[in-house]
Structure formats: structure tokens, C-alpha cells
């Protein structure tokens, strides 16, 4: 298919009107045509894995000399097994339920009308994120299952390896008689490729920026196009007056320290006035045994002092930060409606957990709460998409418009109302 692109137009919108074009082509495919494309990904994933790690190699190569830490390079590295990991995770979407051509509802009217909503496809998606290149292949897989033409935006640090997994992708989309633009990589390592990307309002009908919150800050402020806003996660566990102390730390650990440095790890810790003395010192004894470092009030301090374990005076510096790392805000509150009030005025709208065995207090938290996801008795980490069995997602919706949550295949689609007649007309 060629593009009819203006002459005057720049790489970065040359490519969102292909992707346009190919979004058209896909919007009408059936299923069968969309999962053969995806299994062809996972199959040339899997053959061409010494081309991406090759590449690869020369960005982690780049990051050390820079002096990036060993964490972000961990997320930035692939290995032929994270490729293999990759590739299986997009036959996971293949067998994914297809969202598109869903009926939402439909009813006929008193005058014989059918009236239908149907799911589908968004159009052209732009996703705009860090060095993680596994966030290519992902996007991709998850915007083709839904219809859905990907414009991929990924870090300048990572732009060899995005480059050679674009590359597989197009080869393996093309092949499978599918248009290629159905996937591009933006053009363009400066910053100003991303903001032609967002001033593409016409061309891209959605962003969805993945990373930390200076990116999804930028891309909400200063883009034109529609974005839906994937949030910092400063998520918070509530420890109520009721609460089973051993399931308390035990959730509490888990939901900081099992795997820090993701947006669903908790990053404050309440606990009622009512408890403090019997659970702060067995929490400080866990914290630590996790390696995690303490930011507490005047009572975690104390605690702190009489447990031997050194607690950094909290500010409210602390109570804003998503950490990311093995560090914790913690705190004492008189009450439920005390913690309730500290979450509201803190929280990025993620995830909260309360842990209590009075029901009435669960409901009155739950109904209080203004997050995407309110855990009881249960940890922070479970707000994934996979975990809530939606196969994948393509981000966490803080936000309160179409999408909010984990965001899975239903959530890359909009709908359309079909209305059947026969012969009818307005009286």
C-alpha cells in the first residue's frame, strides 16, 4: 500500500499516515488472519534472536559507559531467553479471547429497529516509553490482536535493539499478508520526533505513555492527540486496628520488596495507632530482613531506636515519592478515616490495600477510596493484567476516562453503533 503523504511532511508524520493506511486494512480482517501475523512474530522472534541480541548488545554496551545503574540495564538487556520469553508470551495473546466485533449491548427498539453497540479497533496507537525493549514486541502483539496499527516510541538508550525487533516484527507481519506499517518504529532518536508524535492529532487517535511519571507528565501536559494515562504507582497498605499482624507483614513484604522497582509495589505503609506497638517492631524486623529501608514519623523512629533498626525521619518529600527501590514511607493514624484522608491527599490513584478482618471496616475503606484498584487482604502486586486473568495489558490506567486498571485487549478497542432497518425513517 502507498502512502499519499504530503511532500512537506516530516519522517514522523510520513509514518503515522502509513499507519493510518494500514489501520484501515486491519480494521476489517478476521481473527484467523491477525493470530496468523502474531504466531508468525513468535516464530521469527524465536529465529532471528542472535540478530535482536546482537543488537542489544551495543545498547547495554552504550548504557554502561554512560554509568546507567545495573537496574535499569537488567531492563534494558536481552538474552536469546528473554527473546524465547517474548516470543511465548505473544502466542499468550493469541489465545487470547478477540475483542473485536464484541456486542456491548443491543436491544430493538419499539419501532423494529435493531440497535447494536460493537466493539472496535482504536486506529492508530501510539505508545511512547523507557528502555525496555520487550515493550515493543508487546505493544505490537497487543495492538495487531486488537486491530490495531502500532506507532512504538521507545527510549533513544534502546533504539538499536527497538530497531531490529521492529525490523522481525514488519518481516513477519508482511509475510503473513499484512500490511508492514501495521508496525513502525518512530523515526528519530530526539525529543523532538516524540513531540511531533504527540502534536499528530488526525493521524494518531491515542497515546499511551509507559514509564516514570516525568514522561507520563510531559506526554499529558503537551500532547494534542488523546492520551490515555498510564500512572506513577505510589501505592499505600493500611494496617486496621483488626487486622491478623503475621498476614500483615507478610503482605506488607510482599507488596514492597517482591519486585521493587514496578508501579504495583507498595510505597507507604499506615498503621492504626490501635496495633502500632505490637506490629511496628515485627515490621521493622521483616523491612529489614527484606533489605528495605525505613522513611517513618516520630513512631517508627521510636520503634526504630528500641529495635536496634535506623528509621529516616519521613517528609512529605516521602509521603509523594514512588520509590522504585527498597524504600518505604511508614507511618502511625489514629483511625481509619486518618489513613483514608493521608491516601487521598497522597496517592497517584493505583492501588491501595487495607488488611483487617472487620468487614465493616473493608467496606467503609473500599467505598472511601479513589484508586484504580482497592486490595483487601491482599497485596499490591496482584493490580497486573495478567494476574487478573486478562491474558496481558499494555499499561495501568490511573485515569477515570475509557480505560481504568490493568488494560487488556477490551481496553485498546472503542465501539460503534450498528442500527439495522428496514425501510425505516423518522416521522
Not at 76 to 90: C, K, N, Q
Not at 294 to 304: L, P
Request: proline share 4%.
Amino acid at each position: 500500500m502507498t502512502s499519499s503523504a504530503p511532500a512537506s511532511d516530516s519522517p514522523v508524520l510520513a509514518a503515522a499516515r502509513r499507519a493510518r493506511e494500514a489501520a484501515a486494512a486491519l480494521a476489517p480482517l478476521p481473527r484467523t488472519v491477525r493470530d496468523r501475523a502474531l504466531l508468525a512474530i513468535a516464530d521469527a522472534l524465536e529465529a532471528r534472536a542472535a540478530e535482536v541480541v546482537e543488537a542489544n548488545a551495543a545498547d547495554v554496551a552504550r548504557a554502561r559507559a554512560a554509568g546507567t545503574s545495573e537496574t535499569v540495564i537488567d531492563r534494558l538487556t536481552l538474552t536469546r531467553e528473554r527473546v524465547a520469553a517474548i516470543a511465548s508470551d505473544v502466542r499468550d495473546v493469541v489465545a487470547l479471547p478477540d475483542p473485536v466485533g464484541e456486542v456491548v449491548r443491543g436491544s430493538t427498539l419499539p419501532n423494529g429497529l435493531e440497535l447494536r453497540q460493537v466493539r472496535v479497533p482504536l486506529g492508530v496507537v501510539g505508545i511512547i516509553y523507557e528502555g525496555r525493549p520487550n515493550v515493543t514486541v508487546d505493544a505490537a502483539a497487543l495492538c495487531l490482536k486488537s486491530g490495531n496499527a502500532a506507532l512504538l516510541r521507545g527510549s533513544s538508550s534502546a533504539y538499536a535493539s527497538n530497531e531490529a525487533l521492529v525490523g522481525v516484527l514488519r518481516d513477519a507481519v508482511a509475510g503473513a499478508g499484512l500490511p508492514a506499517d501495521a508496525v513502525q518504529l518512530v523515526p528519530g532518536e530526539s525529543r523532538e520526533s516524540v513531540h511531533e508524535l504527540m502534536r499528530a492529532r488526525g493521524l494518531v487517535d491515542v497515546l499511551i505513555p509507559r514509564g516514570g511519571a516525568s514522561l507520563i507528565r510531559t506526554v499529558v501536559t503537551e500532547s494534542t492527540v488523546p492520551v490515555i494515562e498510564t500512572g506513577t504507582g505510589n501505592c499505600h497498605v493500611y494496617v486496621d486496628e483488626l487486622a491478623d499482624l503475621d498476614m500483615a507483614v507478610e503482605l506488607l513484604v510482599n507488596s514492597k520488596a517482591q519486585r521493587p522497582g514496578v508501579c504495583n509495589a507498595a510505597e507507604t505503609v499506615l498503621v492504626h495507632a490501635g496495633v502500632a506497638d505490637r506490629f511496628l517492631p515485627l515490621a521493622l524486623a521483616a523491612l529489614t530482613a527484606a533489605g528495605v529501608t525505613v522513611h517513618g514519623d516520630e513512631a517508627w523512629q521510636k520503634a526504630g531506636a528500641g529495635a536496634g533498626v535506623r528509621v529516616e525521619p519521613a517528609t512529605d518529600v516521602d509521603w509523594e515519592t514512588e520509590y522504585l527501590s527498597y524504600d518505604i514511607a511508614a507511618a502511625v493514624v489514629p483511625d481509619l478515616d486518618a489513613a483514608v484522608a493521608h491516601i487521598r491527599r497522597w496517592t497517584s490513584g493505583h492501588t491501595e490495600a487495607i488488611v483487617t478482618r472487620d468487614t465493616a471496616a473493608a467496606r467503609r475503606f473500599v467505598s472511601l477510596m479513589d484508586s484504580a484498584a482497592v486490595m483487601v487482604n491482599a497485596s499490591t502486586r496482584f493490580t497486573d493484567g495478567a494476574r487478573f486473568g486478562f491474558g496481558a495489558e499494555i499499561g495501568i490506567s490511573t485515569q477515570k476516562l475509557h480505560a481504568r486498571g490493568p488494560m487488556g485487549l477490551p481496553e485498546l478497542t472503542t465501539t460503534r453503533y450498528v442500527i439495522t432497518g428496514e425501510g425505516h425513517t423518522v416521522e
